[in-house]
């Protein structure tokens, strides 16, 4: 990398932790800084961010960066963006003098409810206006839920942001959202990628109270003088709103091609492709999966997922009396009969069942902790090969390889049996801070390093390391006469 090359840095706001990833215009990753997301539990099923935490955890990411940068021998002077992607569905309202008028919900409290049948919103309309599959986690109901409990702090909201735009909003001033993040909300059509009047009326929200939609790949503002004073990077860097973390995640990671799948597996897992248009209600099996706009211009994304998936291991594992990955890699297929529908919160897509829960079948006095993990991991790939039959017939699409990212692919032997039960071929690219780098690279397109999308992929890529995972034949054999199976009983 010349001395004189720009450098980017992509925040990436999650639910444990929230990062920042300094990457080059080369697409080398420079340095990587962490701070943890505080969450505080009022009362059951009540989980907030703690904003302060985040306003603090802000500042010292970018003030470490800035540091880590200078003591490996680069310019913090040269950093060119300071792009944000986070979770979706959270939201913050802020009074007169930008004080927040509520807590922030995390993207899975569970305090509210789907309130769409009692707007006389159809299912159809819902989906295709936004874009999302029909569930309690939406920004629209929360803000409805508010107003019947705290009206008198709802009223004093003068503005309202999603997570980035807030972090956004404290490093420039600037009050700018971005499509993909808005999507989340249910408050946006993915079709004019602005504001729906019909969603704001039935929130009773303002529109003026909402943030500027800006396309996606834009300046959203610059960094203030006192951030950057308390910083140490310069004061007029470009900031950019990069929107949902899933998606970014995506990008960093490659995908870029419509037809590209990704099986992303972490604490929760999902199954995302890239389309070119927004599919419409029928098109997805009546709004079986989000179909969203993507974090780059242009693209939309198919996504679903399993809520616990990485949860419902670690469950099973602190439940298995000290049997691990190897232990399960042993057990033969089927896992002697053992069945485990693995939904520690709800199944996710395609059924979008709040209430489904784990079960398990098949267990007798010989059931050791390694027929219990195996099954788990059955339970998950028979999930997945669901969501990938479908997401086939929706796109029309069938790629012989999928992308795997995330913290899940540690597990070889769940990773060995997704391989065989799908008959793919598993393209395991070991990024660990996806969404970070695909927020840097939508920061790069702001800033035009690169001219476009496949540009910015390419050079990410350019020296990613792969891992190939193909199907075992003899796995997929064993498996064949068990698939049906397997997929009837996580069926909820």
């Known amino acids: 990398m010349s001395s004189a090359d720009p450098i980017l840095i992509g925040i990436d706001i999650g639910t444990t932790n929230v990062k920042a990833v300094a990457v080059g215009a080369g697409g080398r990753v420079l340095g990587v800084q962490r701070r943890r997301m505080v969450i505080h539990t009022p009362a059951p099923g009540a989980t907030e961010f703690d904003l302060s935490a985040l306003d603090e955890a802000l500042i010292g990411l970018l003030s470490d960066t800035a540091a880590q940068l200078e003591a490996e021998g680069h310019d913090a002077g040269r950093v060119a963006a300071i792009s944000v992607a986070a979770i979706g569905e959270s939201f913050v309202g802020l009074d007169a003098d930008d004080r927040p008028v509520l807590p922030c919900p995390t ?38 839920w508010w107003r019947q409990e705290r009206p008198e702090a709802m009223a004093r909201a003068k503005r309202w942001f999603s997570v980035s735009d807030y972090a956004l909003y404290r490093l420039g001033g600037a009050h700018v959202a ?35 939609l800006l396309l996606q790949g834009t300046i959203a503002g610059h960094l203030t003088e006192r951030v950057a004073r308390a910083t140490g990077l310069g004061a007029g860097v470009a900031l950019v709103n990069a929107g949902h973390d899933h998606p970014c995640a995506g990008l960093g990671s490659g995908m870029i091609a419509p ?99 784990l079960r398990m079948d098949g267990i007798d006095a010989g059931t050791g902790g390694a027929e219990l993990i195996r099954a788990t991991y059955e339970g998950l790939a028979a999930w997945l090969s669901i969501s990938l039959a479908r997401f086939e017939a929706q796109t029309g699409q069938a790629p012989a390889e999928l992308m795997l990212t995330g913290g899940g692919s540690r597990h070889a032997a769940y990773t060995a049996i997704k391989a065989a039960l799908l008959d793919r071929t598993l393209v395991a690219s070991d990024v660990p801070e996806a969404a970070g780098i695909g927020a840097a690279m939508v920061g790069g397109l702001a800033v035009g390093v690169w001219d476009s999308a496949e540009e910015a992929a390419r050079a990410v890529t350019a020296d990613m390391e792969t891992r190939r995972i193909a199907p075992d034949p003899d796995l997929r054999a064993a498996y064949a006469p068990l698939a049906d199976n397997l997929r009837a009983f996580v069926t909820p």
């Not at 209600?281 to 997922?305: N, V």
């Not at 529908?341 to 897509?349: E, I, K």
């Open 107 to 144: 993207w899975y409290d569970r305090r509210t409810s789907a309130y769409r049948t009692g707007t006389g919103l159809s299912a159809e309309a819902w989906f295709d206006t936004t874009g999302m599959v029909d569930d309690d986690i939406y920004t629209i109901w929360r803000m409805m």
């Open 178 to 212: 971005h499509p993909g993040l808005a999507a989340r909300t249910g408050l946006a059509d993915r079709h004019s990628l602005n504001w729906s009047d019909d969603q704001l009326a039935l929130a009773g929200v303002k529109r003026d109270a909402m943030p500027r």
């Open 259 to 357: 037809g590209t799948f990704v099986n992303s597996a972490g604490t929760a897992e999902s199954l995302i492709a890239l389309v070119d248009r927004p599919l419409g209600h029928a098109e997805t099996g009546g709004g079986e999966y989000d179909c969203y706009p993507h974090a780059a211009p242009g693209r939309f994304l198919l996504s679903g997922h399993i809520p616990t998936s990485g949860a419902a291991i670690d469950w099973m594992m602190a439940h298995a009396g000290g049997a691990a990955d190897a232990d399960a890699a042993a057990v033969a297929p089927g896992a002697s009969g053992v069945r485990v529908a693995p939904y520690l919160q709800g199944s996710g897509s395609p059924w979008n069942r709040r209430d489904a829960r």
